[in-house]
């Protein structure tokens, strides 16, 4: 069983946070990274070629983590394998003692440095859930082959409550839940009031008893990180309030300020009732998610 699946079983409110894998063959990279997050995570995701640009494999990382005491998660993305491959890799990965998998859509090839790139989508991130929970439950493969052995693993997926339109945000949470995901970390969330009533909704329709959701959150480091996501980012929603608090603070200060609002942010989540966990995004700024948890007051981790 994995670290992070006993974690929720036992009620606790769990802490995953993000690795991401270099750009090269260095595993001294990931190993530094497993040094920051050790004993201040219950476990790691571990990004599948973010932004669609090419790194070390996911996998790879996950044993290099794993090797290090931390309790990985997959990350595997549609983008890039047909269905033979992405069974192949949930089989491997749970031989190596991957007991997590995080099934996603993938950001689009056309955003990373190899937008020449085709992109696969044999299946869906929905469906993908779906097979992974087959292969798991049934024993089986798609088509009904038996295995010969079945893999062992904690299935999540990604849901982001501020895409529009809104109401069809919970149709594809119910969709994942009902395909199988057993945990759901979310978009980061900035506008909490949305936030709550994508969660009331979850709640009404009893999504919340069947699956454990984590909320992400992303520290800000400046005014113009928090500008760049509300515009630029797709399915982002960076309230006015959050861009004038941080364009308030000093230059010098304003990643501090960003860091008291993730806090914030964390103590609120803590609040809602149905929220599981906190998923941290802390890009390229792993050495203060510890930090972050510490302030939040979640340390010490369960053990």
């Known amino acids: 069983m994995s670290r992070f699946k006993s974690v929720l079983d036992q009620g606790a409110f769990a802490v995953t946070a993000e690795c991401g894998p270099p750009k090269g063959a260095d595993p001294d990279v990931i190993m530094k990274k497993a040094e920051l997050l050790k004993g201040k995570v219950d476990a790691v995701n571990v990004t599948d070629n973010q932004t669609a640009v090419v790194r070390m494999s996911s996998l790879a990382a996950c044993v290099l983590l794993k090797r290090q005491g931390l309790d990985p998660i997959l990350q595997a993305v549609v983008r890039d394998r047909n269905r033979i491959a992405l069974q192949s890799d949930i ?7 991957i007991r997590n998998i995080l099934c996603l859509s993938g950001d689009h090839q056309s955003f990373g440095n190899q937008p020449q790139a085709l992109g696969v989508f044999d299946l869906d991130s929905i469906q993908f859930v779906q097979v992974v929970q087959r292969m798991r439950d049934q024993g089986a493969i798609l088509g009904g082959e038996r295995l010969s052995r079945a893999p062992d693993v904690f299935i999540g997926a990604a849901a982001n409550p501020f895409g529009d339109p809104f109401n069809f945000r919970l149709v594809r949470l119910a969709k994942k839940v009902a395909a199988g995901a057993d945990f759901i970390q979310t978009q980061c969330i900035y506008n909490l009031e949305r936030f709550e009533r994508w969660m009331a909704m979850a709640r009404e329709r009893g999504l919340t008893e069947k699956v454990h959701i984590l909320g992400g959150v992303t520290p800000l480091k400046s005014a113009g990180m928090a500008k760049y996501m509300k515009k630029k980012v797709a399915g982002m929603d960076v309230p006015d309030g ?20 993730c806090v914030e942010t964390i103590q609120r989540l803590r609040e809602v009732r149905g929220v599981k966990g906190v998923h941290i995004m802390a890009i390229d700024w792993e050495d203060m998610v510890g930090e972050l948890v510490e ?6 981790r369960p053990n």
């Open 242 to 261: 959050i861009i004038r608090r941080m364009d308030g603070a000093p230059a010098k200060t304003q990643a501090e300020e960003g860091l008291k609002i």
């Open 91 to 97: 089989l491997g990965a749970s031989a190596l003692g």
């Open 295 to 300: 302030r939040a007051g979640l340390l010490p």
